[in-house]
Every structure is written in structure tokens, then in C-alpha cells.
């Protein structure tokens, strides 16, 4: 299914059953982690359209900015092989906030919101206009109404609240 996707376009890893590794690029799983982290999150859709095709062909990577994303990846393994959902949350952060510095990308203010409502990090799309706060699975629900109410005045849009799923074998 990745290859019919990637003659599309390039794609998320969506039609996994756990968290992965993935080149959305060639449509290429590198690593299944067999591990979904416990998050809550609230997620917004920011608006606007991207040409996601067009999107990733402009994308250059320089050796500093590979060099960087393949310690993410490594520090990412370690914190999967842990089970560590606060250090897999801070790498899914580190590595959005890599791209948008790469890209030049207008997303950069997200880093300082984090801290501003209590977010153990983010998850976003690279190629599109979604954005996601994680949140501890047993954050209180005064936070997180809190942290819903100041995302829906920053973007003047509203967003959702949803939990990590588990699929039952």
C-alpha cells in the first residue's frame, strides 16, 4: 500500500498500526517501533492549502541539517526502546522544529507556546497546515481546557481533542 500511495503522493504513515519510522518521500517504512505512546492531544488545523507534491520536491537538506535529524532518529530509537513517552514527545519536537528552521517555515513561534500551556511537546505535519500539542496522557482536565482555549485564540481556529489509540489484537 505504500508504493500505490507514494505514486500519488508523498504521504504520512497513517495506514500503520503503531508508531513508525518512515520515508514519506519513496513510501518507505524504515522501522516500526510496535509501541504507541500514551499522549492526549490537542490538534488544529491552521488553514491554508499546500501542494505537498511541489512542497517536497523544494526541499534540500544540507550534511548539518542530515547530521541533526540522524541524532533525533537515534535519540527517537532509544526513547521508543524505553517506552519513554515525555523523550519521544521532546523528539517529535526537536525534529518539527528542525524542518521549520530548515525551511524557513512561518510554524516557528509553536516552540516558545509549548511552554506557555503545559505541552510535553508537538506533532505536526511537515507538508501540510495541522498541528498537534501533546499532552501526558493523565493531564488534568483544567490544563487541558486551559491549553484548548489559549490554541483556539493564537489561531482563531478550532481545535480538537483526541487520545493515542490502541488497537485491540
Given at each position: 500500500?505504500?508504493?500505490?500511495?507514494?505514486?500519488?503522493?508523498?504521504?504520512?504513515?497513517?495506514?500503520?498500526?503503531?508508531?513508525?519510522?518512515?520515508?514519506?518521500?519513496?513510501?518507505?517504512?524504515?522501522?516500526?517501533?510496535?509501541y504507541?505512546?500514551?499522549?492526549?492531544?490537542?490538534?488544529?488545523?491552521?488553514?491554508?492549502?499546500?501542494?505537498?507534491?511541489?512542497?517536497?520536491?523544494?526541499?534540500?537538506y544540507?550534511?548539518?541539517?542530515?547530521?541533526?535529524?540522524?541524532?533525533?532518529?537515534?535519540?527517537?530509537?532509544?526513547?521508543?526502546?524505553?517506552?519513554?513517552?515525555?523523550?519521544?514527545?521532546?523528539?517529535?519536537?526537536?525534529?518539527?522544529?528542525?524542518?521549520?528552521?530548515?525551511?524557513?517555515?512561518?510554524?516557528l513561534?509553536?516552540?516558545?507556546?509549548?511552554?506557555?500551556?503545559?505541552?510535553?511537546?508537538?506533532?505536526?505535519?511537515?507538508?501540510?497546515?495541522?498541528?498537534?500539542?501533546?499532552?501526558?496522557?493523565?493531564?488534568?482536565?483544567?490544563?487541558?481546557?486551559?491549553?484548548?482555549?489559549?490554541?483556539?485564540?493564537?489561531?482563531?481556529?478550532?481545535?480538537?481533542?483526541?487520545?493515542?489509540?490502541?488497537?485491540?489484537?
Open positions: 500500500i505504500s508504493h500505490l500511495f507514494h505514486e500519488i503522493e508523498p504521504h504520512d504513515a497513517l495506514h500503520f498500526d503503531s508508531s513508525v519510522l518512515y520515508d514519506h518521500r519513496k513510501g518507505c517504512l524504515i522501522k516500526d517501533y510496535k504507541i505512546p500514551e499522549y492526549i492531544i490537542i490538534y488544529v488545523d491552521t488553514g491554508g492549502t499546500i501542494d505537498t507534491i511541489n512542497y517536497n520536491k523544494s526541499i534540500k544540507n550534511k548539518e541539517i542530515i547530521k541533526n535529524y540522524e541524532k533525533i532518529v537515534t535519540n527517537l530509537n532509544e526513547a521508543f526502546f524505553n517506552k519513554d513517552d515525555s523523550a519521544i514527545a521532546m523528539n517529535a519536537t526537536e525534529s518539527f522544529m528542525l524542518h521549520i528552521r530548515a525551511n524557513n517555515d512561518k510554524r513561534e509553536y516552540n516558545e507556546f509549548l511552554k506557555n500551556i503545559s505541552a510535553i511537546g508537538v506533532q505536526a505535519t511537515h507538508s501540510g497546515t495541522c498541528v498537534g500539542f501533546l499532552f501526558k496522557s493523565k493531564t488534568d482536565k483544567s490544563i487541558l481546557d486551559y491549553a484548548e482555549n489559549m490554541i483556539e485564540k493564537k489561531y482563531k481556529k478550532t481545535s480538537r481533542i483526541v487520545r493515542t489509540l490502541k488497537l485491540i489484537d
